[in-house]
């Protein structure tokens, strides 16, 4: 509505006087004609807004946004069997996981964790305001602990699931409130190890070579910038360096789940300010975690500090020596406690500049 109201202050003088055609013309004030013309696209978009709007929310959208998100939550068998899982509703739903209280990979929110970008930059899909993965990211949702995959069935009755060719290792177990609900047969709990690495380098070159090769390699190899991969390049059986054709093999991308799922933390447990794990490892190893690299976590390994290892372009490892051990991540946001201090003295000089006498007052008092 502002451009209507700047067009009519500009087309009527202050004086109360109607301009003739040629003084709006002289002057640059618009016609009647354009005045017009304005008016009514103004009036057509508003309209277009609300009748999108009301079809969305009255209609049959709003009909489902009640019977899927407000007034239910789909019921997951077998969820919560595992310490922490994460699931992915499709792009009709994005963000109701959140609000059914359900972790998830899928998320439309533009202020997130730099991590996050750097992860989705560098395995190749990218990200803008939204995290999201094509059906063929098979190997990024197993690192991200995905256990479930929601369809929903009563918006995407033509393209489908199933058309779209799936997802491979999951396997439909139920439906619940319109969904249909697929299971990953491969799930990888929170917190597991690797036994070969390679580096973001090559990892780069591999992808763009070979998008898929690349995917199913995050399942068999940790991803290590040079100065973590020469630091920690003895924890390995082995580093890769190129393709290896037989990680293309779905029997293989299976294998290297199980691998990795059966090198998980027994435990793991969120809190307002982060997490703590249980790992019994055979050897030492970086265990990873798919949480986001940030300058404010900080870790320890049985109370005792520890490095945290950037992985996989913006996740999290941390070196954990052989047997079982407690692992606790906390985050306090980086600056806050020099935020607080920046903000008490700035509100010490406010209240000062209020309260205290101007030294020009007592200046120009002291010379009357």
């Given amino acids: 509505m502002l451009p209507l109201l700047l067009v009519i202050v500009n087309g ?16 640059g004030l618009v016609t009647r004609t354009a005045l017009a013309l304005v008016i009514l696209c103004c009036f057509l978009t508003q309209a277009g807004v609300l009748l999108n709007g009301n079809t969305i929310i009255a209609g049959s959208g709003g009909e489902k946004w009640r019977t899927q998100l407000l007034e239910n939550r789909p019921e997951i068998p077998g969820y919560g069997n595992a310490s922490f899982e994460r699931i992915e509703a499709d792009r009709t739903s994005t963000n109701y996981e959140m609000v059914w209280g359900y972790p998830t990979i899928h998320c439309f929110e533009s202020t997130v964790s730099s991590g996050i970008f750097a992860f989705y930059q560098g395995i190749g899909p990218g990200r803008t305001v939204d995290s999201k993965l094509n059906f063929s990211h098979i190997g990024a949702r197993a690192i991200l602990s995905s256990h479930y995959y929601l369809e929903n069935k009563l ?27 697929y299971e990953n047969r491969y799930f990888i709990p ?8 390679m580096t973001e380098d090559t990892y780069a070159l591999l992808l763009d ?9 995050l399942v068999r190899d940790l991803i290590l910038d040079d100065e973590a991969a020469a630091k920690y390049a ?53 265990v ?12 320890r390994v049985d109370g005792k500090e520890a490095e945290i290892v950037k992985a996989d ?32 003295a700035a509100l010490v000089i406010l209240l000062a500049y209020f309260l ?10 002291v010379l009357r």
Avoid at 160 to 178: A, R
Avoid at 324 to 341: C, R
């Fill in 313 to 344: 372009f913006g996740l999290m490892a941390v070196c954990v020596p052989e047997g079982t051990h407690t692992i606790t991540f906390t985050y306090l946001p980086y600056g806050l406690h020099a935020g607080i201090l920046v903000s008490l």
């Fill in 12 to 27: 009527i003088e202050f004086t109360g006087k109607r301009p003739s055609s040629r003084e709006r013309a002289c002057c």
């Fill in 288 to 299: 990873f975690f798919s949480i986001p690299f940030e300058k404010g976590w900080s870790a």
């Fill in 209 to 217: 070579r070979d998008k898929t090769a690349a995917d199913r390699t």
């Fill in 356 to 365: 205290l006498p101007s030294p020009l007052l007592f200046r120009f008092t």
């Fill in 155 to 181: 918006i995407r009755a033509t393209k489908n699931y199933t058309k779209e060719g799936g997802l491979l290792g999951y396997q439909k177990v139920g439906e619940s409130d319109g969904y249909n609900i």
């Fill in 234 to 286: 003895s924890f390995f059986s082995g580093q890769d360096t190129d393709i290896d054709e037989e990680c293309l093999s779905s029997d293989s991308y299976y294998s290297e789940c199980r691998k990795r799922a059966s090198t998980a933390c027994t435990s793991f447990t969120t809190s307002k300010s982060g997490f703590t794990a249980e790992a019994t490892l055979d050897r030492e190893n970086l």
């Fill in 190 to 197: 929170v917190g597991f190890t690797f036994d070969r690495f």
